[in-house]
């Protein structure tokens, strides 16, 4: 008998996780995964009376009531493809295929395509939270057939979290989007983490300042301005003790960090689109150094660093918060410049408000700083730039000269602090009057004839220049 509400594929942490949300809130939940040992796992472990096993495709399809509405957390690329030719024969015209991983958006739109073409609803559909948002109330960004939304819309709004009493879950837009709009929540996130370690750095290095003191200031920003998922952890990492030996945990981590791909496919497309993305890639290109341990130590030796003149004061550490805060101004603005050129791009007409409203419960990125950036888009839906915002604009005329000073000093001492850098020069760049791109347009025509603009006079102009 046909009686599941919704189909899971893929009984790891996180589809196990989100098929027990969607079972606590009444919903029937069928189960399944390509190899029977997870789904017996998860039967044993998280029984409940709304999840329902099986281990067979076809009887897992049967089960479902139509339009079968079936969720895919399993890994992306081609076993993401694989489920679904498998699927396809078995559904009929008007079932939805919600594809929940971490997959790239261009190939959400040609899966998007591909089950259009054979009569089903294709969503991509970003997930945001990790195992405990999953289980707890994630926030969702679905992207797919704006009329099909409605039947997974139910669904989907009960099991997210929620931020003042409303769903951290809205409808993003056709084809890829949803996972679009998910693969720059995770460049911001790069971001974000990145000027957080930054600011480690300087108040560990150059403020002689210990883990614990460190994890109190942490704490201390989280009950200001800086509150976010983030900021909080970041707190408690600092403060954790070393379960295997005397000392902080933190200390005991390999300085390497890894990562999926979603930030560096940010700054891929953000280079595609030609919006500048400078903290993303900063983020990026430090975690590619952060694994360069080979290279790094042959360094240390050629190129020893100087000796850290200690600035413990609390003038510095406000100096490191401001720089901190308005780090994080630029990189949504970067961030949101790109859902801007990408909406325009494929037709999206995304609601920026929305998605920073979405944002502030469930996800990654969740943090008090986005009912500004609600605030500004409901208040100029169509501004350029983030930064253009009176609020945005005030702090960032206010902790410039903090982001300078810490800028400065950092580079003075020798820190690695690219996030922090970036984010002074890119606010410099939108604000001066030249950017030395009049020189390079000259030599660009000097040594290849691509002609420039002039400021006095309309046309194209090539000049003959003189070889000296």
Same mark, same amino acid.
């Given at each position: 008998?046909?009686?599941?509400?919704?189909?899971?594929?893929?009984?790891?942490?996180?589809?196990?996780?989100?098929?027990?949300?969607?079972?606590?809130?009444? +919903?029937?939940?069928?189960?399944?995964?390509?190899?029977?040992?997870?789904?017996?796992?998860?039967?044993?472990?998280?029984?409940?009376?709304?999840?329902?096993?099986?281990?067979?495709?076809?009887?897992?399809?049967?089960?479902?009531?139509?339009?079968?509405?079936?969720?895919?957390?399993?890994?992306?690329?081609?076993?993401?493809?694989?489920?679904?030719?498998?699927?396809?024969?078995?559904?009929?015209? =008007?079932?939805?295929?919600?594809?929940?991983?971490?997959?790239?958006?261009?190939? /959400?739109?040609?899966? +998007?395509?591909?089950?259009?073409?054979?009569?089903?609803?294709?969503? =991509? /559909?970003?997930?945001?939270?990790?195992?405990?948002?999953?289980?707890? #109330?994630?926030?969702?960004?679905?992207? #797919?057939?704006?009329?099909?939304?409605?039947?997974? $819309?139910?669904?989907?709004?009960?099991?997210?979290?929620?931020?003042?009493?409303?769903?951290?879950?809205?409808?993003?837009?056709?084809? =890829? *989007?949803?996972?679009?709009?998910?693969? %720059?929540?995770?460049?911001?996130? +790069?971001?974000?983490? $990145?000027?957080?370690?930054?600011?480690?750095?300087?108040?560990?290095?150059? &403020?002689?300042?210990?883990?614990?003191?460190?994890?109190?200031?942490?704490?201390?920003?989280?009950?200001?301005?800086?509150?976010?998922?983030?900021? #909080?952890?970041?707190?408690?990492?600092?403060?954790?003790?070393?379960?295997?030996?005397?000392?902080?945990?933190?200390?005991?981590?390999?300085?390497?960090?890894?990562?999926?791909?979603?930030? !560096?496919?940010?700054?891929?497309?953000?280079?595609?689109?030609?919006?500048?993305?400078?903290?993303?890639?900063?983020?990026?290109?430090?975690?590619?150094?952060?694994?360069?341990?080979?290279?790094?130590?042959?360094?240390?030796?050629?190129?020893?660093?100087?000796?850290?003149?200690?600035?413990? !004061?609390?003038?510095?550490?406000?100096?490191?918060?401001?720089?901190?805060?308005?780090?994080?101004?630029?990189?949504?603005? $970067?961030?949101?410049?790109?859902?801007?050129?990408?909406? *325009?791009?494929? &037709?999206?007409?995304?609601?920026?408000?929305?998605?920073?409203?979405?944002?502030? &419960?469930?996800?990654?990125?969740?943090?008090?700083?986005?009912?500004?950036?609600?605030? *500004?888009?409901?208040?100029?839906?169509?501004?350029?730039?983030?930064?253009?915002?009176?609020?945005?604009?005030?702090?960032?005329?206010?902790?410039?000269?903090?982001?300078?000073?810490? %800028?400065?000093?950092?580079?003075?001492?020798?820190?690695?602090?690219?996030?922090?850098?970036? *984010?002074?020069?890119?606010?410099?760049? /939108?604000?001066?009057?030249?950017?030395?791109?009049?020189?390079?347009?000259?030599?660009?025509?000097?040594? &290849?004839?691509?002609?420039?603009?002039?400021?006095? !006079?309309?046309?194209?102009?090539?000049?003959?220049?003189? $070889?000296?």
């Amino acid at each position: 008998m046909a009686n599941m509400d919704i189909g899971m594929v893929g009984m790891a942490v996180m589809g196990s996780n989100l098929a027990l949300n969607m079972a606590d809130h009444g +919903y029937q939940v069928a189960c399944y995964n390509y190899t029977p040992d997870l789904t017996e796992t998860f039967v044993k472990e998280h029984p409940h009376e709304n999840a329902h096993p099986f281990y067979d495709l076809k009887e897992f399809v049967a089960s479902l009531k139509k339009p079968r509405i079936i969720m895919m957390m399993i890994m992306a690329g081609k076993p993401v493809d694989s489920m679904i030719d498998q699927l396809i024969p078995l559904l009929d015209k =008007g079932d939805i295929i919600i594809d929940g991983g971490n997959s790239f958006f261009g190939d /959400t739109m040609r899966r +998007y395509d591909t089950c259009k073409a054979h009569g089903l609803n294709f969503f =991509g /559909t970003g997930i945001s939270g990790g195992e405990t948002g999953a289980r707890r #109330g994630p926030c969702i960004m679905p992207g #797919g057939d704006k009329d099909a939304y409605a039947s997974v $819309q139910p669904i989907f709004e009960a099991i997210a979290a929620k931020a003042d009493g409303a769903p951290c879950c809205t409808y993003i837009g056709e084809s =890829g *989007a949803g996972h679009f709009v998910k693969m %720059v929540h995770n460049g911001i996130e +790069y971001a974000d983490m $990145q000027l957080i370690a930054e600011s480690y750095l300087l108040l560990k290095y150059a &403020g002689g300042l210990k883990n614990d003191a460190i994890a109190k200031i942490f704490r201390k920003w989280n009950e200001g301005e800086l509150k976010s998922y983030l900021v #909080g952890i970041t707190a408690d990492v600092l403060a954790e003790h070393d379960d295997l030996a005397d000392g902080f945990l933190v200390d005991k981590i390999v300085d390497s960090a890894g990562q999926k791909g979603t930030g !560096r496919w940010t700054s891929i497309e953000a280079m595609k689109e030609g919006v500048n993305t400078s903290l993303i890639t900063a983020a990026c290109n430090a975690r590619v150094m952060s694994n360069q341990s080979m290279l790094r130590q042959k360094m240390q030796q050629a190129l020893p660093a100087a000796a850290i003149a200690h600035k413990s !004061r609390q003038d510095f550490i406000d100096d490191v918060e401001a720089s901190l805060y308005t780090g994080k101004i630029a990189a949504y603005a $970067q961030g949101f410049a790109l859902y801007r050129a990408a909406s *325009a791009h494929y &037709g999206w007409q995304l609601d920026y408000s929305r998605i920073a409203s979405i944002f502030r &419960g469930g996800c990654i990125i969740q943090a008090a700083f986005l009912e500004k950036i609600t605030e *500004a888009y409901e208040k100029t839906p169509d501004i350029e730039n983030l930064m253009g915002d009176a609020f945005f604009l005030q702090r960032i005329q206010q902790n410039l000269p903090a982001l300078r000073r810490t %800028v400065a000093f950092g580079i003075t001492c020798g820190l690695p602090i690219p996030a922090l850098a970036n *984010a002074a020069s890119y606010i410099d760049a /939108t604000r001066s009057p030249l950017l030395g791109a009049n020189l390079i347009q000259g030599l660009r025509d000097d040594f &290849g004839a691509h002609t420039y603009q002039r400021t006095d !006079r309309e046309g194209a102009f090539h000049h003959n220049w003189s $070889q000296n």
